[in-house]
Nanobody
C-alpha cells in the first residue's frame, strides 16, 4: 500500500531554514511526478514545488523561487524540500504528493492521487 510520510516541519523565526522530508513506500519516486503543496488557515492549497521523473525537471512557485529547493534521493525513495530565508507567508501545513500521470499544470494538484498527512511549518517574525 502506498504511503507518504512527511517530517521536518517546525517553528522557526523569519530568515531561518527547514528541510522537509517525505519518505515514500509503495511507489518508486523517480518514476513518478512528485510535488510539495502547502495550505494555511483560510487559504487555498497551493503548489510550492514539483519534480518530474524524466531528467528531474523542477518547478517552483514564484513566491519561493531562489529560496526553496526540491530534490529526491532515489536510493532512499525520499523527497526533500529545502527551505531557506523563510518568511511568515511560508507558514502552513506542507504536504507531499505523488502522481502517476503528468499533471495538467506544473504546480497544480490535478492528478496527484497519493498524499501524505502533512507537516506543519510556522514562521514567526
Amino acid at each position: 500500500q502506498a504511503q507518504l510520510v512527511e517530517s521536518g516541519g517546525g517553528s522557526v523565526q523569519a530568515g531561518g531554514s527547514l528541510r522537509l522530508s517525505c519518505v515514500v513506500s509503495g511507489y518508486t519516486i523517480s518514476d513518478n511526478f512528485m510535488g510539495w503543496f502547502r495550505q494555511d488557515l483560510g487559504k487555498e492549497r497551493e503548489g510550492v514545488a514539483s519534480i518530474y521523473p524524466w531528467g528531474g525537471a523542477t518547478y517552483y512557485a514564484d513566491s519561493v523561487k531562489g529560496r526553496f529547493t526540491i530534490s529526491r534521493d532515489n536510493a532512499k525513495n525520499t523527497l526533500y524540500l529545502e527551505m531557506n530565508n523563510l518568511k511568515r507567508d511560508d507558514s502552513g501545513m506542507y504536504y507531499c504528493a505523488l502522481s502517476t500521470v503528468i499533471p495538467r499544470r506544473t504546480l497544480g494538484s490535478d492528478g496527484y492521487s497519493v498524499w501524505g498527512r502533512g507537516t506543519q511549518v510556522t514562521v514567526s517574525s
